[in-house]
């Protein structure tokens, strides 16, 4: 079995899934509304140990998984569409593909807008004078409109790792060790 083959299935499933809620959200007129809820969500999935928890366990039961999908989406105010798709993921026992969805519905709606997403690692957070001069030397490149999402990871030590659709280019300090260490274990 290929190792690869249940990532691409779950990618999959949340594909289908964002496709369904991306035509509701904009046949409805409410792009706006679901964007702002896929941020919300998102940020709660990186805030709570045990969202993630109750996502990805099997130890919860359909029953309360779809409770609890249902008592968030009426404490963060979601949307119907939103609140619906995820008590559907729960009575499918698909919760598990949620960050999948999520991350296919920010990239839905960039595209729609006309943006690209570039997804940027730093050792330490960008100012804003940083981030706006990056962003438009990725707009330069790309020649489309570029979001920048940042997350700060102290281990690369330095440098930016920057990732846009396909390409990736990684100027860590952390890369540039770690070429130099196989290269003296070449020599040596």
């Known amino acids: 079995m290929d190792v690869s083959e249940p990532a691409s299935?779950?990618?999959?499933?949340?594909?289908?899934?964002?496709?369904?809620v991306f035509?509701?959200?904009?046949?409805?007129?409410?792009?706006?509304?679901?964007?702002?809820?896929?941020?919300?969500?998102?940020?709660?999935?990186?805030?709570?140990?045990d969202l993630r928890d109750l996502i990805h366990?099997?130890?919860?039961?359909r029953d309360s998984q779809s409770a609890a999908m249902n008592a968030l989406a009426q404490k963060m105010g979601l949307s119907a569409t939103m609140g619906n798709t995820l008590r559907l993921l729960a009575d499918k026992r698909r919760l598990f593909v949620l960050p999948s969805l999520l991350a296919q519905l920010k990239e839905m709606s960039a595209d729609a807008r006309g943006e690209v997403t570039a997804e940027v690692?730093?050792?330490k957070a960008l100012t804003e004078t940083q981030r706006k001069?990056?962003?438009?030397?990725l707009t330069d490149q790309v020649g489309r409109e570029v979001s920048i999402e940042e997350t700060v990871d102290p281990?690369?030590?330095?440098?930016?790792i920057v990732k846009v659709g396909s390409k990736m280019i990684d100027t860590s300090i952390r890369s540039k060790l770690n070429a130099l260490q196989n290269s003296m274990k070449e020599a040596g």
């Open 155 to 160: 281990a690369i030590l330095g440098g930016l």
């Open 23 to 49: 035509e509701l959200a904009k046949d409805g007129n409410e792009l706006e509304t679901m964007e702002r809820d896929v941020d919300a969500l998102r940020a709660a999935l990186a805030e709570s140990d």
């Open 121 to 123: 690692t730093s050792a």
């Open 9 to 20: 299935i779950s990618h999959g499933i949340a594909g289908r899934y964002a496709l369904a």
């Open 133 to 137: 001069k990056l962003s438009q030397t």
């Open 57 to 61: 366990s099997p130890v919860y039961g």
